[in-house]
Nanobody, 126 residues
Framework: QVQLVESGGGLVQAGGSLRLSCAAS????????IGWFRQAPGKEREFVAA????????YYADSAKGRFTISRDNAETTVYLQMNSLKPEDTAVYYC???????????????????WGQGTQVTVSS
């Protein structure tokens, strides 16, 4: 089992920044990748970014490119999502998730991530 806990959400004005954290514990050696997803009210869960747990390679949704940066600490226990130039349409609950399949690529599909955190709310006011 892998446990994931997100933190860092909050209320910010448009153009502002937030940094989300995803702390992993348990069988972290089994993690292949960590992904960030978000879900706004009435919408489907949407892929934001992913990082290879060991190599640090990254993959971004088009909506995140140039504004968001995913990274991990050297101890491989926490993954971050730095969000800059936030827009009202970024408002959502943000989730981190762990993919344990050595699939050889970073997946944008939520159904391929096995473990999920509880989510953290990000609200961007206009």
């Amino acid at each position: 089992q892998v446990q994931l806990v997100e933190s860092g959400g909050g209320l910010v004005q448009a153009g502002g920044s937030l940094r989300l954290s995803c702390a992993a514990s348990g069988r972290t050696f089994s993690i292949y990748a960590i992904g960030w997803f978000r879900q706004a009210p009435g919408k489907e869960r949407e892929f934001v970014a992913a990082i290879n747990w060991h190599s640090g390679s990254t993959y971004y949704a088009d909506s995140a490119k140039g504004r968001f940066t995913i990274s991990r600490d050297n101890a491989e226990t926490t993954v971050y999502l730095q969000m800059n130039s936030l827009k009202p349409e970024d408002t959502a609950v943000y989730y981190c998730a762990a993919d344990g399949d050595r699939r050889g690529y970073l997946s944008p599909r939520a159904d391929q991530y096995l473990y999920w955190g509880q989510g953290t709310q990000v609200t961007v006011s206009s």
